[in-house]
């Protein structure tokens, strides 16, 4: 886990916890995505020997995905995967106050689907990781799926 003041600020503020009432991939919230990616961020600027701002990190990380609504619900705004991360960065500057860099990290973070390109290590990092991490939470339950129905297909022996 991450240790940075924007991390136990940002993960404690009780506007950001509500973000645990909005499903984000399969079982996952929209918080306990936000962490997994922010966390990840951490690992593989550490991996790879990044040197990076470890606080724009860990600020952009956990508030990329900060639209605070449940887009699986049809009354969503429209074209969610192209909207949500200039939607996130107008709650996040709001909510939180972002730099020049994290906001540019939250606009940037659905490249290439967004139109905007990451420009800095962080926001490199951060558009890997969610889409790495958004792959896993989605297949896990996929995988959950698919065995239960291989079992249910199954002829008894």
């Known amino acids: 886990m991450t240790n940075t003041k924007n991390y136990h600020k ?11 009432d909005f499903v984000q991939h399969g079982d996952f919230s929209v918080y306990d995505h936000s962490i997994y990616v922010c966390e990840t961020c951490f690992k593989m600027s550490k991996v790879l020997h990044l040197k990076v701002d ?3 990190l860990a600020k952009g990380a956990l508030l990329h995905d900060y ?10 705004p429209k074209f969610h995967g192209f909207r949500h991360a200039g939607l996130a960065a107008e709650n996040a500057k709001r909510d939180f106050g972002l730099n020049s860099k994290e906001e540019k990290m939250i606009r940037a973070h659905m490249f290439p689907l967004g139109l905007k390109v990451p420009t800095s290590r962080e926001a490199i990092l951060l558009c890997i990781a969610d889409k790495y991490c958004a792959t896993r939470e989605t297949l896990k339950g996929k995988r959950k799926h698919l065995k239960n129905l291989i079992k249910f297909r199954k002829a008894p022996e």
């Open 67 to 76: 639209f605070l609504y449940d887009w699986h619900n049809k009354n969503h």
């Open 10 to 20: 940002i993960t404690n503020d009780e506007r950001f916890q509500k973000s645990k």
């Open 54 to 56: 470890s606080e724009s």
